[in-house]
């Protein structure tokens, strides 16, 4: 209902609130687990259509508009997985601790629905987490023929920043950061 609202305005320029309540009310969950399987990575979760698509991003979201962080497409997971923390046994499927690293809500930022920009491949999103706030962009990259090859990138907002956020290490939930968490099993 407001997508006149929006198509008027580009809010990486304008100081004018992006309307975020209105879809605030769907609810739309998003997380990022910091996750030190055989290589330590973070999985960023967006929910879209009942289920989380899933990224692996093996250095982790940044704040700076100027870093593109690959970002490779993996399997959905559930909504119940964005409330998981703990270690994964040895043996299992991505064997590991795991940490929530971030949590929140989002907003779709495009006049078309989540699973349309997924589709085109081209996502935007106004991330409202503890850590992660603001415009971010969910890219599918045309890298050669990997059709899983992603680019997670913050866009120019009045969150954007060069601090590094992963300095921000621990989990949100437990407050105990990945060498913690593999030490409580
Ligand atoms: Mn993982």
Redesign the pocket.
């Known amino acids: 209902m407001l997508s006149e609202y929006r198509k008027k305005r580009d809010f990486s320029i304008t100081p004018e609130p992006m309307p975020v309540r209105e879809k605030i009310g769907k609810t739309n969950i998003f997380v990022v ?1 910091q ?1 030190d ?1 055989r290589r330590m ?3 960023f979760r967006i929910e879209i259509d009942g289920v989380l698509k ?1 990224w ?1 991003v093996p250095k982790g979201p940044s704040m700076n508009p100027k870093d593109k962080r690959l970002a490779v497409l ?1 399997e959905d997971h559930p909504i119940e997985y964005s409330d998981f923390e703990g270690v994964i046994p040895e043996g299992e499927y ?1 064997a ?1 601790p ?1 940490i929530i690293w971030d949590k929140g809500i989002f907003a779709n930022a495009k006049e078309y629905s989540l699973s349309e920009a997924f589709e085109k491949g081209h996502i935007e999103i106004f991330l409202k987490g503890e850590k992660l706030k603001g415009l971010f962009s969910i890219i599918k990259a045309k890298l050669g023929h990997e059709e899983k090859n992603w680019l997670l990138v913050k866009m120019k907002d009045e969150f954007a920043s060069e601090q590094d956020i992963l300095e921000k290490n621990k989990s949100i939930i437990s407050g105990k950061d990945i060498e913690e968490m593999k030490a409580s099993k």
């Open positions: 687990q996750h399987a990575h973070y999985d899933s692996a993996t991505g590991g795991v």
